[in-house]
């Protein structure tokens, strides 16, 4: 799977699925893994101004209120929604996701969101009666109980049919700031697809301090059912996200692209868009998996999430409330690090928390955030106090 290294190997934990145990001996203070940036990721839309798109750095932390460099000097504000705090960090996003450095195609598909939006922003202004309207509504009611597999199934099958007619009319749905962040999330990922696809210059890293590639990012665990059991009144959200990204697909079409290995990625991301599939696979893979993108606080200060990143390998590391390991960003990377000795064989888990707080609200985040009763020795001790 890629995702060993020198210091530990991914296994089957006692209490299910994966995580990274001790290879050998370990000292306090090594870095176990230091990877290069997530796969997937958004800057929400209200930093997108104030935060690079290549290393996260806050202008706010550099005396600026904003970033200046975009994609393509000549692009009108806001017409591919990225900016950099430098043409450095510009041209790294670049190398980075696009063939052969030509970002004629992830121009197009990003005026091609904004044209959509734009279009939303409208339809909404005038309070456009929607002949199209969602049908999908029902779902903002529906309860954890109703949430199965076989109900997940039917009612994507549903969405993909509705979309295939849907996509030709005009968008009319108003999509929250939370759900347009969700959509940029989502295309920053099939870009990498499309990029991996066409690969020739774009080289995947996928040693375990890499970005991972799709087939990498799908290895990692599934929580569409328990996060919707968890959030129900969200499926309504994910349809909805879907529908309004394939529309796209028809924008694209009018948007041709100049050189033919342009027009070869529009029309393989518009192949992703056609079907659920690989949006679902993106939307299923967040939650649980994700690492937010903070700014950089010191310790101890209030700090803000700007955004949030698939680190596809950083993502094997489970909970505990008494951590062995903990990571810090540094840019666009996010550095594992042991807080003591740790032993062969020992599992190396990080906090998802604030392990300090109470056992019943540490109990209820991790359940609503990440699906699973804590069973590790802090929280047994602590349940053993209560109830003797
Ligand atoms: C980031 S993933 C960690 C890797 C995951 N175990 C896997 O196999 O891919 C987070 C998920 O791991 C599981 N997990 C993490 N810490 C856990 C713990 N202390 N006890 C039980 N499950 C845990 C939960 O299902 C959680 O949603």
Not at 197 to 202: A, D, I, K
């Amino acid at each position: 799977m890629g995702v060993d290294t020198a210091f530990y190997s991914i296994e089957p934990t006692p209490y299910g699925g994966r995580g990274a145990f001790a290879r050998h001996q370990i000292a306090k203070g090594q870095v176990i893994l230091e990877t290069t940036g997530p796969y997937a990721g958004v800057i929400f839309r209200k930093f997108r101004r104030e935060v690079c798109g290549a290393c996260f750095a806050y202008a706010f932390e550099s005396g600026k209120n904003k970033w200046s460099v975009r994609l393509v000097e000549e692009e009108a504000v806001g017409g591919a929604g990225l900016w950099f705090c430098s043409s450095e960090c510009r041209d790294d996003w670049i190398s980075e996701r696009v063939c052969n450095g030509d970002i004629t195609w992830v121009l197009d598909l990003y005026r091609a969101l904004e044209r959509l939006i734009d279009q939303m922003s409208k339809a909404g202004r005038k309070k456009v009666k929607a002949a199209n309207s969602n049908p999908f509504h029902y779902l903002e009611n529906v309860s954890a109980d109703q949430i199965t597999q076989s109900f997940l199934e039917a009612t994507w099958k549903q969405a993909e049919e509705l979309s295939r007619y849907d996509a030709k009319h005009e968008w009319t749905e108003e999509l929250n700031e939370f759900e347009l962040d969700t959509v940029r999330y989502i295309l920053d990922g099939l870009v990498r697809k499309v990029s991996e696809h066409l690969s020739s210059t774009v080289k995947s890293d996928r040693s375990p301090h890499g970005t991972g590639t799709w087939e990498d990012f799908a290895q990692l665990q599934d929580n569409e059912l328990p996060f919707l059991i968890s959030k129900p009144y969200l499926l309504s959200s994910h349809i909805k996200t879907y529908l309004f990204i394939r529309h796209l697909c028809p924008l694209l079409k009018r948007s041709k692209g100049s050189c033919s290995e342009s027009q070869t990625s529009i029309s393989k991301i518009s192949e992703y868009l056609e079907t659920p599939t690989f949006v679902r696979m993106l939307l299923s893979r967040d939650p649980g998996n994700v690492f937010g993108i903070w700014d950089m606080a010191p310790e101890g200060e209030e700090s803000e999430m700007l955004g949030w990143g698939a680190f596809t390998f950083a993502s094997y590391f489970n909970h505990s409330c008494i951590p062995n390991i903990k990571k810090r960003r540094d840019k666009q990377k996010l550095i594992f690090y042991t807080l003591r000795d740790i032993q062969q064989g020992e599992e190396m888990c990080i906090s998802y928390t604030d392990e300090t707080a109470p056992l019943k609200e540490r109990r209820a985040l991790l359940n609503r955030n990440w699906f699973f009763q804590c069973c590790c020795a802090k929280c047994h001790d602590e349940q053993n106090e209560v109830a003797p």
